[in-house]
């Protein structure tokens, strides 16, 4: 991939007639439309984008990012929709909820054996939000609350995968590829381990990388706070971004 970053820089530099496209970040590629122009303006920013700043971000051949998740776990019934981790529809036995305000038993802190849903606005997917954050993290960008607005009617009902290849389109568009990921999933039940490899194929493809790149963990927590009781999920992503 870096030699066919390179490679790019390079052929680019031709056709701008200038060999200061060595040192001049912003590539700009868009998934599916091939090579365009728009080489290091520098006044490329666009108020409107949120991934378009009014500032360089420089070629660093290394980025680092952090990004972390949480989302309310409940009953089916009240979170409407089912559990999806990375993609992944997490389908498993009742498990024991703790039910605080006696809101399902009657009875307040006492266990209800329950189907767990999550959530949220979107599907609540904790491992692909906090993806996208280290992401636009790495790069400088503002988060993923503030790239994919509820108000924008581009992103108003979408899936967590568009998020991800929205992130993969930008990653690219600034010369980078994904350099490794670890992902730390915290989750108490049900247990994940089963479907691991399937969230591992799924960042994969969405980011365009291979299995020696990407590492997914899950632990629990210990049966302690909301995580620990079954009533929130949570990620934590740290990546490196390379040209
Ligand atoms: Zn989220």
Known sequence: MR?????????LCLLNGSSSAFLIPNIRLRAGLGLKADIGEGGSSSADDPTRPDYEIEPLPIRIGHGYDIHRLSPIQTAGQPLIIA???ITHEPQKY?????EY???PNT???TILGCEAHSDG??????????????LTLP????????????????????FMEYAEEVMTR???????????LILERPKVAGFKPEMKENIVRLLKTTPGKVNVKARTHEGVDSTGELRAVECHVVLTLVR
């Open 3 to 11: 030699r066919s970053s390179n490679l790019l820089k390079v052929l």
């Open 87 to 89: 993609g992944v529809e």
């Open 98 to 102: 703790l039910d605080r305000t006696g």
């Open 105 to 107: 038993t009657g009875t």
């Open 111 to 113: 266990i209800y054996p």
């Open 125 to 138: 997917d904790v491992v692909y939000h906090s993806l996208v954050d280290s992401i636009f993290g790495a």
């Open 143 to 162: 988060d993923i609350g503030q790239v994919f607005k509820d108000t924008d009617p581009r992103w108003r009902g979408v899936n967590s995968q568009q």
């Open 174 to 184: 600034y010369g980078y590829v994904i350099g490794n990921i670890d992902v730390t």
